[in-house]
């Protein structure tokens, strides 16, 4: 339902044009689908082609998930950890399993953590994998912001071609003056849709993926140090009382401080 809402609330900007121009009367005057095609296909492929192929497909991923993002709720995270370091310290890799298996996670990278110190018994190890992981993966989401920029600013620039292409076609057919006006709404129509794709979508969604790398980042660093603690015998009031610190001040930094693996 969220994420329905998400979608809703994303695209809600060509609902309320597409009203607009209908309550006018005219909708039918900014429809031409040659131009839309050029301006659409055109934006794509050039963004495409500014970065390698395999950057793009990696981009794919982090894109989707900021049209699908679904909030985590932050207690709810705080709490499952809390239940999984006091499993972990009652009955040890079994208890991790056993919590995430009958439970629903709260985030996706806790099970990837909890999968991970499952296979690796090196805490060090552990560290550097969810770290690299982090990072490609913060990586992802940073190209994808750039391709989908690079996609705002040539919407724009796509639209403006249209139309210098469209004024050439009509300033060579200027025989018959009653097709003017006519030649002109059409070559100014590539202008119009680069502007709303621009504005109306690669905008909003660049800004999406940048919310999506700052949450990412930080909820990735907290499951990355929790595991880390819970497995060198940090207290689970410990685990918890950081993790709350750190949301609560907004700074992942909080975490990083010296706890005694012994501290109770």
């Known amino acids: 339902m969220f994420q329905l809402l998400s979608l809703l609330i994303l695209f809600s900007p060509f609902v309320v044009l597409a009203l607009t121009l209908l309550l006018g009367g005219q909708l039918s005057l900014f429809l031409n689908y040659p131009s839309l095609l ?54 040890g890799l079994f208890g991790l399993e056993r919590e995430i298996e009958k439970g629903k996670v709260p985030y996706e990278g806790i ?41 705002g600013s040539l919407a724009p620039a796509f639209g403006l071609l249209g139309t210098v292409i469209g004024l ?10 009653s097709t003017i006006g006519t030649g002109l709404a059409l070559a100014l129509l590539t202008t119009f849709y680069g502007l ?26 907290l499951v990355e140090r929790a595991i880390i603690f819970m497995l060198e015998g940090v207290s689970p009031r410990v685990i918890k009382d ?23």
């Open 38 to 91: 050029f301006v659409v296909a055109g934006t794509i492929t050039a963004g495409a082609a500014s970065l390698p192929l395999e950057v793009v497909v990696r981009t794919l991923k982090p894109i989707s998930l900021a049209f699908s993002y679904h909030p985590v709720n932050l207690e709810e995270f705080v709490e499952f950890f809390n239940n999984l370091s006091i499993a972990f310290r009652r009955d």
């Open 111 to 151: 099970k990837r953590a909890v999968q991970l110190a499952l296979e690796v018994s090196d805490t060090k190890t552990i560290k550097e994998v969810l770290e690299l992981e982090r990072k490609s993966y913060l990586e992802d989401i940073e190209n994808s912001i750039v391709l989908v920029e690079n996609l």
């Open 196 to 221: 709303v794709l621009s504005n109306m979508l690669f905008t909003p969604l660049a800004s999406r993926l940048k919310y999506l790398r700052s949450r990412e980042e930080v909820l990735l660093i």
């Open 242 to 264: 950081s993790l709350i610190e750190s949301l609560t001040r907004g700074k992942v930094e909080v975490v990083s401080k010296e706890v005694s693996p012994k501290e109770e």
């Open 168 to 177: 050439v076609y009509m300033l060579a057919n200027l025989k018959d003056p």
